[in-house]
Each structure stands twice: as structure tokens, then as C-alpha cells.
């Protein structure tokens, strides 16, 4: 076997890549990059594409077209047990009939070491799994199964470790353990993982590199953070965390800002903010950026877009309110504020909301919504 | 009342149960007795002569004989083409799928006197001799069916991502096929076999009209019927049953104390 | 064959497998078809066509020798003669396949449901007739059904046998059926009650009141693919059967099988025989696949 102990880590190149499964369209024509020694999340909905993604990286789907580039090495062709590329199935699919430690020496056997021992039991140790070498998958609880499906993956030194919604069938508590523990044996084996999700929540923790799919295509990417604070689609801006979106027309600019009309009332953004210059756009701004205050309140900054309605639902989490305002034009704007006074608007409460220009953002407006 | 209400239906499985044994309890019960006449149909006398003398009665062991290595004979044979049909469903496309399995289905449809009365047309009109061989090809033409049906649901019920794991992990085609997908299918296998096996052993109708007069173990009850089944056949069939059952519960046993143990060490 | 009545739910349930080297693919699955469907062609479909022919075979002037002709009059004959044998198979084989549903639904739903840690034992109880002699089984009702022993001495006591027995009667014969082909009935049964997931079972007795309108509402329903596989898989064989026929039944009970086995084997009529053969076996096919049509499962093959 020609497969390199401790492969260097490198980039992996997706070229054009398009996926289609007669007249759908899987993956659509997919350009992307994911640096060495990265932890990147691919995150869509289920059907975007995704996991086809992953499966043509992992060799086990063949692309229509485009390549993929591991380093300056092209592996489209390569038959997938040749593949520098290990994957952590969903459902992890351990091999029932044999033990943990065998399940996790698999690839080593297969590929002629002799002595598997000594690594097996590394590996076992680094996902402290090391007093359960002699069980059955069926034996391990969720986490623990988990947790060998990467042994069993990484004990190869994979160019690239590909991770198939890992955490999906487990419990709350045990996946926000999992993150932390993926999080932890990526700092130490330093190889690039791509983790397909379609938990926005988890992507954001876990990955340095966010890149959200929708329908074969990515639509945006980049580190959580940059994608949060300024989406740049009406899909992302809804998929990942949850924006207020209003239909508006350019109606001018004043200074480095846009001057946006919508429904007679009129709204600030920084135009670098805003995909569009001119015309018709969606603006939108995430709830926690609003603030709410009673109509008649004189603390609105002068500064800030407004915009007034009535308060139809509000709910009491603990450390904040969730608020829905039905605006006078008729939209339900979502509104999370920190409870910091104990006096809550009630059902019914007229209130105006209002928030700086600076956390509102412009998208285009999708197409047939 | 309402106990009986709550435990009706395990009240009746259990007399359903009791029911399916009751036939085999008389067997072996007449196997140690000393029968008043030629016909073993009633209780006369406890007896351990037939126990003790298993072969003596000629003929009796002979046949017993000639059905084990029948059934050994066309188990495998039937098991092995059964399991690469059931293979070849499962993970290949190609043309004919519909009408393979209408070849399977059909022979599980049609009745063992037009199996058998069909195949012996068929050795009548190419003058094939009739014998050991005759009754081998028309076993194996049974079991197939039956193999087939058997191991593709094994298949079918096995994760697809098991072998993508595997491939995913360095195991070639054939790694692929030895380490992960025959082992998984084995049991199925095993199971398909042992019901061919039992299938051919027992098998009276085909048989009949396909052995000329090569005498197979049913066959010889069946001829003995008539002039008084000696109890050595009793004993026999009662052995063959006991050990069979003592096997397989003992499989059972072992796998259940294997599962318990790792279950409390696991907790 | 447990597994008979999933394959009559999902017959053609095989992954598509990835479009690469499909031609080398599929010369991979001819290999590993050929050998058994060359076996089933020439030892079970060439027979069927050898059958057809002997079945409209003539008379030569030597007994049990025939010529090829084309004698549809056989059938006739054929048809005739043993038109009663054929009411009697398709009667008795329908009563007991009705009353080895009755007596396998606890049984099956049983194990299915309530067995818990019991139930890889109880399925081994239910397969293990099959290695206990099918003949020496059936010779055993002899004993247990015998003039003078408890089962007809009690019956007699309430005066509910016609003929004062029951060995040698019809009665005995469908007894028989129903015992011998009961496994055949319980394993589809299991697998499919098996699949029903207990939760189901619970809601419906959250909506409705009574557990019978649960059962007709829910249950019955989930479990008809391994109803119309226990069915089928008891009904053929207890209709082409002779050995209960022979065994507890009088002379005046004989089936369809007695017809053939004595025509093809004693007499040596082989025309005759075969004709009986193709009958009962276009009867059977026929109602096999209205029946199928009838449940619903018609992507059977």
C-alpha cells in the first residue's frame, strides 16, 4: 500500500465541482478551499447538497464533474480506499461483529502494519476509551460509539477527517460534551476537519470556517462571527440565527450611508453593509441588536432607524424576553431584550423599536419571496 | 378477572405453544414403549429395547443414512447458489430483476406433489435413472428458493454504510467482502442453511416421486406406515429432535449469559 | 422464512449502486445469477414445460406407455373424475389455513409484543417441529385422535361428532393441515408484528376507547403483509397435501394430491396425472396473485 504514515496535512481544493442524480442537481458547480489543519463546517439544511459534498470528497460518490485536489495532489479518481481521506459516518457505523479495538485497528490491518497495538492503543487513550478495548459497539453508549468512529478514523492520519453530522444522534447535553472534546483532539492531531451539520449552532462553536449551502450552491462563507453580524442572503440571515426582514427601495445616500424608504418609513445602513446599492433590497437586523421601548419614551437616540407597533406575544425566558411586534404595516418583527428591569411590556403595549444603523444589513431580495 | 383479562394472550400462546409439542411428545414417548402389536399407536409397556438397539431393525439406519448425506449434499449446494442470487439482488442492477424473482417465487407457489410430479415427468421423458442423484437435484431445487428469500433480507437489513466505512477505511472490493460483508451476512447464511437442511431431511412428497427406489428416511416411514413404523424410528426421530433442540437452545443459552455479563460490566 | 413476509412488502428494496463500472457490475451479477438460475431453469421451469407436454400425451397400445399428441380432452377427463378430490383440497386447505390464522395471531402477537427476554426461546419452540419428523408427527395425531383415547371419548360424551369419531374423518384430515403448516403461519405473522413499533400500539389505545377498535384500526392493519404471507404460505402446500389425506383421513377424504401421487405413481397414468398437476397448480397461481391483488402487496414479483 502506497498510503504515507502521518500524511502532511494540506489544503483541500473542490474545482467546480457539480454532483447531479439525473435531473437534480446535488451539488452545483462548487469552487472552494479549505485550509490545512482547519476545522470547517459545511452547514445546510438537509438535501443542500452537503453531504453529497462530502461523500464525493471521501470517494464515495462520484462526481459529474470538476475535481478535487488534496494539496497538489487530484484524488478524483482515486478509489476511495486509497484515499488519504477517513470519514466518521453518521451513525457511525462501527462494525458490529467486532470489537472496539479491532474496529479501531481496521485501517492499519487493512493496509499491512503489522504491529497495530501500540497506535490502537494511543488512539484508544487520546478518546479515553483505553479499559474498553475488548467491547462490542452495541455494548458503548452513544458518546463512547462516537468517540471510536473518530479513533477508528484518525488512527490513519488522514490528509483530511470528514465527519458526517457526528453529534446528530445524541442527546443534548452529551453533543454540547462532544464539541468540546472533537474541539480538543483537533487542537492536538492538528489534521483539517470538515464537519457536515445542519445544527447552526454546533457549526458556529466548533468550526474556524463556516460555509452555508443551500440547494447545491454555497451561499456564504467564513468564520462564524463575520457570517453572524453581516449576512449576505435572506437564506443565511434566516438559517443561521434568526433576522427581522423588511422589503424597502434606495431612496438615496447620505454620507457613507444608504437612505432606505419602506412602507413610509425610512431606515439608515452603511452602504458597505448592503449588497445593493440602488433599488429594491430586503434590510434586516438580527432581534438581539433591537431595542424596545414604550411609544411615547423620549430615549430613542435620533440617530437610530424606528419603527412602531404593537406588542402581540411576549415570552419570559430568564435572562431575556422574547417580544413579537406586530409592526403598523403588518410584519411580526422578533425582539430579544436582556431583562435588566423588571418592568416588561405587556400584550397589546403600543412600542416603538429601534436600533443602531450600523447593525443593519442589506440583501437582495430572493428570488420568487 | 382481571389478572385473566391482562394475561389472556399469554395464557394462549402458551397453549399454542403446548399444542405444537403435544405430537412430538407422543413420539417420543412411544419410542420407549413396548408395542402390543405390530402397530406402535398405543401404550402397552415401558421398553428401552428400540434405545438400546437403534439399528435393529434393517433398513432403519440405512435410510437415516442416505437422508443425512442428501441433505448435507444438497444444503450446500442449494445454500450456495441461493446466496449468490441473493447477492446479485441486492447489490446489482441489471436486466431480468423482475423475472428472477418471479423464478424465486414460483417454486415457494407450487405445491411439492407438482414439484415433485414435474420433475419426475422430466426425468421420465429424458430416461434419467432415478436414485440418489434425482432426489439431490430436486432438493437443491427446493432450498434455493428458500435461501435466497432468507439471506437478501439479511442483506437487506444491513447498513450500506458499513461497507462505505470500510472502503472509506482502506479495504478493498475483496478486504471489503471478507471482513465486513461475509461476516455480517453469516448468520443469515447459517440460518438459510439449516432450514434447507431440515427442509430436505424431512422432505416426504418430492422425495417420493423422485427416488425410484433409493429409500430415503421418510420414504422408509412412510413404507413402514403401513405394515407398523418400528419404535427404533421413534427413537431416532426423537434423538435428531432433542439434539437439534439442545444445540440450539445452548447457542441461545450462551449468547444470552454472554450478553447479561457484558451488560453488568458495562454498567 | 421468517423473512417471506418482508420480501412480499419490499421485493426490490436493492440500493442502487453507484453508476461506475456498471457494464463490469453487471457481468458481476450475471455470474452470480446464472448458476442458480440455471439450476431453477432446468429443474424447475423445463419440468413445468415437460409437464404440459406429458399432460396431453395418448395411449400407446402398451400400458404406462404414452406418445406426444395433443390431447386437450385429458383435461377433461381429468376434470371429471377427480373434480371432488379438488373441492376437498381447495375446502379443507382454506378451513385450516383460516383456523391456523386464529390459533397463530395470539401466538405471534405474543411474541412479538410480550415475550421480552423470551422471545428468541419462544421462536425457537416455534420452528422446532420442523426437526422433529413431519410423517412420524403426523402418525402421532393417529394416537391422540385413536377411537378409544381422550379427545374423541369426550367429544362423543357431548354428541358433537357426526360419524362418532374423529380419526378417518374430514375433521381429522383439516386437524392435521392446520397442525403441520401452524409454523409456516406464525413466522411471517411474528415478522410482521415485530416491525410494529409498541409505541403505535400504545397511542392507538390513547385514541381509541376500546382495545378491539385499537386492534381493527391498527394493528390488523400493519400486520397484513405477514397475514397474506402466513396465508399463502400455509394455504399452497396444505392444498396440494396427500400425507394427511392418507394418514388420518378415510378412503371417501382423499385430496387432489392422493389424485396425482396414485395416477403418477401407481397407475402409472402419466397424462392424467400431469393434467391434475397443471390444474391444481393454474388454480393455486390464480388465486395467488388475486388474492395478492386483493391485500394490496402486488409489487410481490
Same mark, same amino acid.
Given at each position: 500500500m502506497t498510503v504515507a504514515q502521518g500524511s502532511e496535512v494540506q489544503d483541500l481544493n473542490l474545482v467546480d465541482l457539480v454532483k447531479s442524480f439525473g435531473d437534480f442537481v446535488a451539488v452545483d458547480d462548487l469552487t472552494l478551499t479549505i485550509p490545512a489543519g482547519s476545522f470547517f463546517a459545511l452547514l445546510g439544511p438537509s438535501g443542500c447538497g452537503k453531504t453529497t459534498t462530502l461523500r464525493m470528497v471521501a470517494g464515495l460518490e462520484e462526481p459529474t464533474s470538476g475535481r478535487i485536489m488534496l494539496g497538489t495532489q487530484d484524488i478524483t479518481d482515486e478509489k476511495p480506499y486509497k484515499r488519504q481521506v477517513n470519514t466518521v459516518f453518521q451513525s457511525y457505523a462501527l462494525f458490529p461483529h467486532l470489537d472496539i479495538f479491532e474496529n479501531v485497528a481496521f485501517g492499519l490491518r487493512r493496509r499491512g502494519v503489522k504491529n497495530v497495538d501500540a497506535q490502537v492503543n494511543d488512539m484508544l487513550e487520546l478518546v479515553e476509551l483505553g479499559p474498553m478495548a475488548r467491547r462490542k459497539p452495541a455494548q458503548l453508549s452513544g458518546g463512547q460509539q462516537q468517540r471510536v468512529a473518530v479513533a477508528r478514523a484518525l488512527i490513519n492520519h488522514p490528509g483530511v477527517l470528514l465527519l458526517d453530522e457526528p453529534l446528530g444522534a445524541l442527546d443534548l447535553k452529551l453533543r454540547r460534551q462532544m464539541q468540546i472534546e472533537l474541539k480538543r483532539i483537533q487542537d492536538e492531531v492538528g489534521t483539517t476537519f470538515v464537519h457536515v451539520t445542519h445544527d447552526q449552532e454546533e457549526a458556529m462553536t466548533m468550526a474556524d470556517t463556516v460555509a452555508v449551502m443551500n440547494k447545491g450552491r454555497i451561499e456564504q462563507m467564513g468564520p462564524p462571527v463575520d457570517i453572524y453580524d453581516l449576512p449576505r442572503t435572506a437564506f443565511v440571515a434566516n438559517f443561521l440565527g434568526q433576522s427581522n426582514l423588511a422589503q424597502g427601495s434606495v431612496s438615496g445616500t447620505s454620507g457613507d450611508n444608504l437612505v432606505v424608504s419602506s412602507s413610509g418609513a425610512s431606515f439608515t445602513l452603511p452602504s458597505e453593509r448592503s449588497v445593493r446599492q440602488d433599488g429594491d433590497l430586503l434590510i434586516g437586523v438580527r432581534p438581539e441588536k433591537l431595542a424596545i421601548d414604550a411609544a411615547d419614551a423620549d430615549t430613542v437616540p435620533d440617530r437610530h432607524n424606528r419603527l412602531s407597533g404593537k406588542v402581540t406575544d411576549a415570552s419570559f425566558t430568564g435572562v431575556s424576553t422574547q417580544y413579537l411586534v406586530m409592526t403598523t404595516w403588518g410584519d411580526e418583527w422578533i425582539i430579544f431584550e436582556q431583562n435588566r428591569s423588571a418592568d416588561l411590556h405587556q400584550l397589546g403595549d403600543e412600542v416603538v423599536i429601534h436600533w443602531a444603523p450600523e447593525h443593519t444589513f442589506g440583501l437582495e431580495i430572493p428570488a420568487g419571496g | 378477572m382481571g389478572w385473566l383479562r391482562r394475561n389472556l394472550i399469554g395464557i394462549v400462546a402458551v397453549l399454542v405453544l403446548i399444542y405444537l409439542f403435544i405430537p412430538i411428545a407422543v413420539v417420543a414417548i412411544l419410542s420407549f414403549n413396548d408395542p402390543a402389536g405390530k402397530f406402535n399407536v398405543a401404550w402397552n409397556q415401558f421398553s428401552l429395547e428400540a434405545w438400546q438397539n437403534l439399528c435393529g431393525v434393517p433398513g432403519v439406519c440405512s435410510s437415516f443414512a442416505t437422508s443425512i448425506q442428501i441433505g448435507i449434499l444438497a444444503t450446500i449446494v442449494g445454500t450456495v447458489l441461493g446466496t449468490m442470487i441473493a447477492f446479485a439482488l441486492v447489490r446489482y442492477r441489471f436486466r431480468g430483476r423482475s423475472t428472477t424473482n418471479l423464478l424465486i417465487f414460483l417454486p415457494m407457489a407450487t405445491p411439492e406433489v407438482v414439484l415433485g410430479s414435474s420433475l419426475l415427468a422430466l426425468f421420465l421423458n429424458l430416461a434419467f435413472p432415478l436414485g440418489f442423484w434425482t432426489v439431490v437435484i430436486a432438493h437443491i431445487m427446493f432450498i434455493i428458493s428458500f435461501v435466497v428469500v432468507t439471506v437478501k433480507a439479511r442483506l437487506q437489513g444491513m447498513d450500506p454504510r458499513l461497507e462505505e466505512a470500510a472502503r472509506d477505511l482502506y479495504a478493498g472490493p475483496t478486504a471489503t467482502f471478507r471482513y465486513v460483508t461475509f461476516p455480517l451476512v453469516l448468520p443469515g447464511i447459517l440460518g438459510a442453511a439449516l432450514l434447507g437442511f431440515s427442509l430436505s431431511f424431512d422432505d416426504y412428497i418430492i422425495s417420493a416421486f423422485n427416488a425410484g427406489t433409493l429409500v430415503t428416511f421418510p420414504i422408509y416411514i412412510w413404507g413402514a406406515a403401513q405394515r407398523g413404523i418400528p419404535v427404533q424410528v421413534n427413537a431416532l426421530a426423537t434423538l435428531v429432535f432433542a439434539i437439534t433442540l439442545v444445540l440450539v437452545l445452548s447457542i441461545q443459552f450462551v449468547n444470552y449469559r454472554r450478553r447479561r455479563k457484558l451488560e453488568k460490566a458495562g454498567a | 422464512m421468517p423473512s417471506l413476509a418482508p420480501t412480499l412488502s419490499s421485493p426490490s428494496a436493492g440500493a442502487p449502486p453507484a453508476a461506475s463500472g456498471v457494464r463490469r457490475r453487471t457481468r458481476t451479477a450475471y455470474l452470480l445469477l446464472i448458476p442458480g438460475l440455471l439450476w431453477l #431453469?432446468? @429443474? @424447475?421451469?423445463?419440468? /413445468?414445460? =415437460?409437464? %404440459?407436454?406429458? =399432460?396431453?400425451? +395418448?395411449?400407446?397400445?402398451?400400458? #404406462?406407455? *404414452?406418445?406426444?399428441? &395433443? !390431447?386437450? =380432452?385429458? *383435461?377433461?377427463?381429468? /376434470? !371429471?373424475? $377427480?373434480?371432488? !378430490?379438488?373441492?376437498? =383440497? %381447495?375446502? $379443507?386447505? #382454506?378451513? +385450516?389455513?383460516? /383456523?391456523?390464522?386464529?390459533?397463530? $395471531?395470539? /401466538?405471534? *402477537?405474543?411474541?412479538?409484543?410480550?415475550?421480552?427476554?423470551?422471545? +428468541? &426461546?419462544? &421462536?425457537? &419452540?416455534v420452528v422446532a417441529p420442523f426437526f422433529a419428523s413431519f410423517l412420524l408427527r403426523t402418525y402421532a395425531w393417529r394416537t391422540i385422535l385413536s377411537d378409544e383415547g381422550a379427545i374423541t371419548t369426550f367429544f362423543n360424551a357431548l354428541h358433537l361428532l357426526p360419524q362418532g369419531r374423529i380419526l378417518n374423518t374430514p375433521i381429522a384430515v383439516v386437524l392435521g393441515l392446520t397442525y403441520n403448516f401452524l409454523p409456516f403461519m406464525i413466522l411471517p405473522l411474528f415478522a410482521a408484528l415485530d416491525k410494529i413499533d409498541p409505541r403505535l400500539i400504545e397511542a392507538s389505545k390513547d385514541l381509541y376507547a376500546k382495545p378491539s377498535t385499537a386492534f381493527r384500526k391498527v394493528i390488523w392493519p400493519l400486520s397484513l403483509p405477514g397475514v397474506v404471507a402466513g396465508t399463502l404460505l400455509t394455504f399452497i402446500p396444505a392444498a396440494g397435501d396427500y400425507i394427511n389425506a392418507t394418514l388420518l383421513g378415510a378412503p371417501g377424504d382423499r385430496m387432489v394430491g392422493n389424485a396425482i401421487q396414485t395416477n403418477f405413481l401407481q397407475f402409472r397414468d402419466y397424462p392424467t396425472a400431469s393434467a391434475l398437476s397443471f390444474i391444481l397448480m393454474a388454480i393455486i397461481l390464480t388465486l395467488v396473485f388475486v388474492y395478492i391483488r386483493r391485500a394490496g402487496t402486488e409489487d410481490l414479483v
Open positions: - | - | #431453469g432446468i @429443474f @424447475f421451469v423445463i419440468p /413445468l414445460v =415437460s409437464l %404440459f407436454f406429458t =399432460s396431453l400425451q +395418448a395411449p400407446t397400445d402398451k400400458a #404406462g406407455v *404414452y406418445q406426444p399428441a &395433443l !390431447q386437450v =380432452s385429458n *383435461y377433461l377427463v381429468a /376434470l !371429471q373424475e $377427480y373434480w371432488p !378430490q379438488f373441492i376437498r =383440497s %381447495f375446502v $379443507y386447505a #382454506g378451513i +385450516a389455513t383460516v /383456523l391456523a390464522l386464529v390459533i397463530a $395471531y395470539p /401466538l405471534a *402477537y405474543f411474541i412479538a409484543f410480550r415475550a421480552g427476554k423470551w422471545k +428468541a &426461546l419462544m &421462536l425457537v &419452540l
